[in-house]
């Protein structure tokens, strides 16, 4: 079961991941989110994606084997680099980025929830996606920086989803693991499915309005953490180890 629901885990979470930035040029676009000029929504575009890098780097501190002491430093500074490196990119560009600081408050908050998750990938994902269930609605309800930075950090809270997702719904394959690896796989056609959904309701009910359904994909997300940890402490699994898929 935890590789049934997994795959439509998967299957949202690509959606979700797509579809935030997807839509995010129209939205800017209009004058209650700034009014930007096509040439300017290029440097928010790419602070979604770089909040993607800022998470994966972060979230692959598991992957090594460091004292405690050390990936405590190194969960501050990692993402911290990552955020500058962006910043400086962004700037290498001709672009103005004084206005996107304010954005480290999103990234503290990503450092809080990879130390509240404990490297157990259920409350890791549970956690993120509870932040970016709050992050759209918060996006949903205002208008302007407020909302734009809200859908943003979208980017922050999908950062962690593959590979907790992933974790949880090969564990006790055993050897159908591969199997069951590819069945996840093919569902990234998520992607493809579900922005042209939001596209059909922005076209029909306004763009903004069209972000419920990333509320709903957040949501998934949030039940299927809940679900695939139960599903595997019943099967007997240790869901706080960081290598579960090793399993």
Request: hydrophobic residues 50%.
């Amino acid at each position: 079961p935890q590789l049934k629901w997994g795959m439509l885990a998967i299957f949202v979470y690509v959606g979700v991941e797509v579809s935030i930035q997807s839509n995010m040029g129209d939205l800017l676009r209009q004058q209650n989110f700034g009014g930007y000029e096509v040439s300017e929504i290029g440097r928010y575009i790419a602070l979604y994606w770089g909040s993607l890098m800022i998470g994966r780097w972060t979230g692959a501190l598991s992957a090594f084997r460091l004292s405690k002491a050390m990936r405590t430093i190194l969960t501050f500074i990692i993402p911290a680099v990552a955020f500058s490196l962006i910043l400086f990119v962004i700037h290498l560009r001709g672009n103005e980025t004084s206005d996107l600081y304010i954005y480290v408050i999103g990234v503290l908050l990503l450092v809080a929830g990879i130390f509240s998750a404990r490297e157990n990938p259920s409350r890791m994902l549970f956690i993120f996606s509870i932040l970016g269930l709050c992050s759209m609605l918060v996006g949903l309800f205002t208008e302007g920086k407020t909302a734009m930075f809200a859908f943003i950090s979208g980017g922050l809270w999908c950062s962690i989803g593959w590979p907790c997702i992933f974790a949880m719904s090969i564990t006790g394959l055993g050897k159908y693991a591969g199997q069951g690896s590819a069945f996840l796989i093919m569902m990234i056609v998520g992607g493809a499915i579900i922005p042209p959904l939001q596209g059909w309701i922005a076209d029909n009910q306004g763009i903004h309005i069209s972000y419920w359904v990333t509320v709903f994909c957040f949501l998934y997300l949030a039940w299927f953490a809940l679900k695939a940890g139960s599903i595997l402490k019943a099967q007997g699994f240790d869901i706080g180890r960081s290598d579960l898929g090793s399993h």
